[in-house]
């Protein structure tokens, strides 16, 4: 019961955003797409999470758009769910794409009634195949308010949305260009497939692979969806993503069966659009990009061979090249001083033998480095005693000058120290004589 209230609310929420989106001037320019077009529009009774569109408009002039949606859809909340809080967030705005949360907090309790809003922009002269409808009038909006559970007063507001062959085209290109496999995706397939017996079209397929901004680059092979392998990923799929998106006993059918339906409804869906040429493009798509690969490596190879050629190799040689280089040196300086014993094995006996005459042996070398070794030892000796024989005589004259001055200057103080203190005794004889002047006196 509470997933089911908390379900209801938020489509409650959906619609008020649609009906005051499709109020203001510039919501011509976007278009309900996917399986939120399929739940207002064409009937589903799925459950969509979030509401997507499709739109020409710039990113800042969208939201700007949304930043008034946002004072509309206050007041719309307040009678629809009492007082309370109105926040709207951008989630991700890039050239590409735009998304944006709608939160509304109630006053009484702590309940967040919440809708995702995600736009993704068309390509310039672009357009999906779409439709107008009026809000009111849709069957599924009419049983809501039938049930008492809607305030929606004055509406006349007439939204775009995407008819079914568009949407199924645009369903095929997401589940080949998603790295995982969503069961929504399926589920909605199955649906446009087997409820509303539509069948796919490759034109309006190739058509819209080319639609958006965002690139399709698709991520598995054409055949994926008709291997029995994929069956298991695609039972997950379905299993885990559809729980609370459907009513429980309805999920358990289905599961009880194996999905066998879903599973069926998409391998039909996509062998008829590979038939009619998806199959061409998807390989011709894939070996395309291994062509681009392979350029680009030989591409990163020639500039990287370039790049060696003119610096690193004339500037900082690898290791290995050092190492190279260095064993071909001590080859080169082996072979020319001493061969090693493989080597003189290896070469001719005589070859062997002019090398060791050539080479003369260590004791002979030693024998006759030890006399010249001694006859230099003789000549250092005989000049080091020649120049201690030159410089003791400087010695001795010096020593006899120094002496010679200092005598000379003793005669001359001696004399003068004798003068001195003579004068101090005849002074200290004078004052002998007359010690106490004073003393005559009286």
């Not at 949304?66 to 890039?94: D, M, W, Y």
């Not at 006399?371 to 010096?398: M, N, S, W």
Request: glycine content about 4%; some cysteine; charged content about 30%.
């Amino acid at each position: 019961m509470e997933q089911e209230r908390i379900i209801r609310n938020a489509e409650l929420l959906q619609i008020h955003l649609l009906d005051n989106l499709y109020a203001i001037s510039g919501s011509e320019y976007i278009m309900l797409q996917g399986s939120s077009a399929i739940r207002w529009v064409h009937g589903g009774t799925r459950f969509a999470e979030d509401l997507d569109f499709a739109t020409h408009l710039p990113v800042d002039t969208l939201a700007g758009l949304l930043i008034r949606l946002q004072s509309k859809v206050r007041n719309a909340c307040i009678s629809q769910f009492g007082p309370g809080k109105l926040e709207q967030t951008s989630k991700g705005k890039s050239a590409d794409s735009l998304k944006a949360h709608f939160v509304f907090r109630p006053e009484t309790g702590h309940e967040r009634i919440m809708v995702k809003m995600n736009f993704e922009m068309l390509m310039t002269d672009q357009d999906p195949a779409g439709g107008k409808y009026i809000l009111r009038d849709l069957a599924a909006v009419r049983d809501i308010i039938a049930r008492d559970s809607l305030i929606l007063p004055y509406s006349s507001s007439i939204i775009l949305a995407e008819i079914p062959v568009q949407i199924l085209a645009d369903k095929v290109r997401t589940i080949y260009e998603t790295e995982y496999v969503k069961g929504c995706d399926i589920y909605d397939i199955w649906w446009i497939h087997r409820k509303l017996s539509i069948n796919p079209s490759w034109d309006r397929t190739r058509e819209t692979f080319a639609l958006y901004r965002s690139p399709f680059i698709p991520v598995r092979q054409a055949d994926y969806f008709q291997k029995t392998q994929s069956h298991k990923e695609i039972i997950s799929a379905l299993k885990t993503d559809l729980t609370g998106l459907i009513p429980s006993d309805v999920h358990e059918q289905y599961e009880s069966q194996g999905f066998v339906d879903f599973i069926e409804s998409v391998s039909l869906v996509t062998r008829s659009l590979l038939d009619q040429g998806m199959r061409t493009y998807l390989e011709d798509y894939a070996a395309n990009l291994k062509r681009q690969k392979s350029i680009l490596a030989r591409e990163k190879k020639k500039s990287g061979t370039r790049s060696v050629k003119g610096t690193t190799k004339a500037v900082t040689p690898t290791k290995k090249q050092v190492e190279s280089k260095k064993l071909k040196g001590a080859k080169k300086v082996s072979k020319t001083f001493a061969p090693t014993e493989k080597e003189a094995k290896k070469k001719p006996l005589k070859e062997t033998k002019k090398i060791k005459k050539a080479v003369p042996p260590a004791k002979k070398v030693s024998k006759t480095i030890a006399p010249i070794k001694k006859e230099a030892g003789k000549k250092q000796l005989k000049e080091i005693k020649k120049i201690k024989k030159a410089v003791t005589p400087a010695k001795k004259e010096v020593k006899k000058e120094k002496l010679k001055g200092a005598k000379k200057v003793i005669k001359k103080v001696a004399p003068a120290k004798k003068e001195v203190k003579s004068k101090k005794v005849k002074g200290d004889k004078k004052g002998q004589k007359s010690p106490h002047p004073h003393k005559k006196r009286i």
